[in-house]
T-cell receptor, first 115, second 114 residues
Framework: GQSLEQPSEVTAVEGAIVQINCTYQTSGFYGLSWYQQHDGGAPTFLSYNALDGLEETGRFSSFLSRSDSYGYLLLQELQMKDSASYFCAVRLPVFSSGSARQLTFGSGTQLTVLP | EAQVTQNPRYLITVTGKKLTVTCSQNMNHEYMSWYRQDPGLGLRQIYYSMNVEVTDKGDVPEGYKVSRKEKRNFPLILESPSPNQTSLYFC?????????????FGPGTRLTVL
């Protein structure tokens, strides 16, 4: 089977750096994605790691280590508007057909940024 | 404007009354999916479609049906809704293959089944 684990809540102050971890147990996947969701809104794509290592997009960076079954999202220079839920997701293969299933999401981390 | 639209945005219904939630995308995406979101459980995939007339079950398909007769539309059908289907539903679309990790989500449909 497969499961993705994230902390349920993280709190940090404006201007700080926060890391949201995602650990997974799966027999194979195509990459690790991160999505942001503000309260009641639609999830929006943030970042994707197809390979091990760090991907940087502005204030946000994402990291993947397949050997450690671990990834994280790093948010720098936190702003109040970064208060949201963050989801990691993996795209899993359908072994019977060789095609790729859609995304499987973690349960999400609620980030609260304090002034 | 590139977007995924869902209708209705809010719906209150009663047990057993068939309903359909529509989803449409204007980005010519091959892949489309339906998710439900419940507190503490994140986003769980209900059904997905890789192209017209190609659909498959996700993690929680029981009680739902879908169809993909046109590339742009992917309606979600609840033949006999029950209270445990009260949830926030999202439709999403993406390009195929290696680009499918980036999904574009609709605004959501909040469904209450009494």
């Amino acid at each position: 089977g497969q499961s993705l684990e994230q902390p349920s809540e993280v709190t940090a102050v404006e201007g700080a750096i926060v890391q949201i971890n995602c650990t997974y147990q799966t027999s194979g996947f195509y990459g690790l994605s991160w999505y942001q969701q503000h309260d009641g809104g639609a999830p929006t794509f943030l970042s994707y790691n197809a390979l091990d290592g760090l991907e940087e997009t502005g204030r946000f960076s994402s990291f993947l280590s397949r050997s450690d079954s671990y990834g994280y999202l790093l948010l720098q220079e936190l702003q109040m508007k970064d208060s949201a839920s963050y989801f990691c997701a993996v795209r899993l293969p359908v072994f019977s057909s060789g095609s790729a299933r859609q995304l499987t999401f973690g349960s999400g981390t609620q980030l609260t940024v304090l002034p | 404007e590139a977007q995924v639209t869902q209708n209705p945005r809010y719906l209150i219904t009663v047990t057993g009354k068939k309903l359909t939630v529509t989803c449409s995308q204007n980005m010519n995406h091959e892949y489309m999916s339906w998710y439900r979101q419940d507190p503490g459980l994140g986003l769980r995939q209900i059904y997905y479609s890789m192209n017209v007339e190609v659909t498959d079950k996700g993690d929680v398909p029981e009680g739902y049906k879908v169809s993909r007769k046109e590339k742009r539309n992917f309606p979600l059908i609840l033949e006999s809704p029950s209270p445990n289907q009260t949830s926030l539903y999202f439709c999403a679309s993406s390009l195929k293959g290696l680009a499918s990790h980036e999904q574009f989500f609709g605004p959501g449909t909040r469904l209450t089944v009494l």
